[in-house]
């Protein structure tokens, strides 16, 4: 297993190439669950146009949630898998005001971060990634979500085992990557997947990493 030192200079090196690794948001975590749901299988730029559809058809949560399905669902059309999200979001409304008596998550800053992180989780739907996400961007926790990109990533660099799933990843991140660099380590990481370190073909002549990279000393042929 990778040891912090590797990960520290991982994330040097991807300070370098990126520039500074800030988050891209910070929005109340209500409405940072609900677009994280909406990015769940589709791109950024996708799942907020979904989410200013949504707000623009429902301007307040009760309306959101006493909507019909099917509308919900025509809202959220450009964000893909309508049909799934939909409901999703709306189960999770109700979920909440049923526990709280209100559309409300801001609470969630008052505690500690096992606590607000266990507390998202056992909302229905809400995966270790989801939680990360609004932990790291919403309430300024310590917390690296695992996406697609992460997950990539993370198992061509070696950091996780190949057979690692997101959920074991998630575990194996927190531990090895320092805390205060597990929100920029996450920014990085997803930049990284994104514009080199792609699903299809890694453009490993071109990464910054490519050198301390398993996958990219054999697909260079260094190895």
């Known amino acids: ?18 520039g500074p690794l800030a988050p891209p948001r910070s929005s109340d975590p209500l409405e940072e669950l609900v677009l994280t749901v909406l990015s769940q299988h589709t791109s950024d730029v996708n799942a907020a146009r979904a989410f200013e559809q949504l707000r623009r058809r429902f301007p307040d949560w009760d309306a959101l949630a006493a909507a019909r399905t099917s509308d919900v669902a025509d809202s959220i059309r450009s964000g893909g898998l309508a049909n ?10 109700r979920e909440i ?3 709280e008596g209100r559309y409300d998550l801001s609470f969630l800053a008052e505690m500690s971060d096992a606590d607000a992180r266990s507390y998202l989780s056992s909302l229905n739907g809400v995966g270790p990634k989801t939680a990360a996400i609004v932990l790291a961007f919403s309430l300024g926790r310590n917390a690296l979500a ?18 690692a799933t997101p959920e074991k990843a998630h575990r194996i991140l927190e531990d090895i990557v320092p805390p205060q660099l597990r929100v920029s380590m996450h920014v990085g990481l997803i930049r990284l997947g994104r514009e080199i370190c792609k699903a299809g073909r890694p453009r490993c002549e071109i990464c910054p990493l ?14």
């Open 1 to 18: 297993m990778a040891d912090r030192r590797r990960v520290r200079a991982i994330h040097r090196r991807l300070e370098r190439s990126f």
């Open 84 to 93: 799934i999200k939909a409901p999703r979001i709306q189960g999770i409304l």
């Open 97 to 99: 005001h049923g526990r």
């Open 146 to 163: 695992v996406d697609t990109h992460v997950h990539r990533v993370t198992r061509r660099l070696g950091l996780i085992p190949p057979e």
């Open 210 to 223: 490519n050198d301390v990279c398993p996958t990219g000393r054999v697909n260079l042929g260094r190895e």
